[in-house]
């Protein structure tokens, strides 16, 4: 298996994967495994890609099996439900610093091709994401939806990300949950 930060001629196969899981496309039957809620054109990829470095995508034989996304708060903030973090991001701690968009980023969405599922495959992508946004941000910042409590579960218990706060936005509750990028994960 291949890590890399995804190039622009990489944005066909991340999208496809992506359609796979995402919440309005996914089979009903598959989405106990987990799902992604926010849909992206080829705009938001590239943008991600070229301004951002933050697409990361795991390869095994030239196919795209699972990206993590991971990018600042400016990038983010065209999203209203990222917007509503970025507002209320100064009320929260961790690492014994208020949180702000200059010593944190957005982690995620991730997907994870379920063919792959179970491996290193979460780990590795993560830890490679991490390390590369750990150059400019010393904390990790995500949140997960609770009806999806596979995601919940491989990001609490396989790599130690920490939940912070509980909270409700667009009639959804989430965790909100943090990582020191300084850490590696065990």
Known sequence: MKLKIAEL????????LHFRYQID?????????????TPFTKEQLSELIEQEQGLFIALQDDEVV???MSASWQFWSKWPMF???IEHLGELEYLGQKLSVENSYQYGPICI????RGTEVLKNIFDFARKSMAKRYP???TFINKINPRSY??????????????????NNNY?????DTSKGIS
């Open 139 to 141: 904390i990790l910042v």
């Open 9 to 16: 001629s990489d944005i066909e196969k991340v999208l496809e």
């Open 83 to 85: 917007a509503f973090m």
């Open 66 to 68: 699972a990206y993590v």
């Open 175 to 179: 965790y909100e949950l943090c990582f």
């Open 153 to 170: 579960e491989a990001h609490t218990r396989k790599i130690g990300l920490e939940v912070i706060q509980e909270f409700s936005y667009n």
């Open 25 to 37: 496309s996914i089979k009903e039957e598959d989405k106990k495994d987990g799902f992604v809620t």
């Open 113 to 116: 091709d379920k063919s792959v």
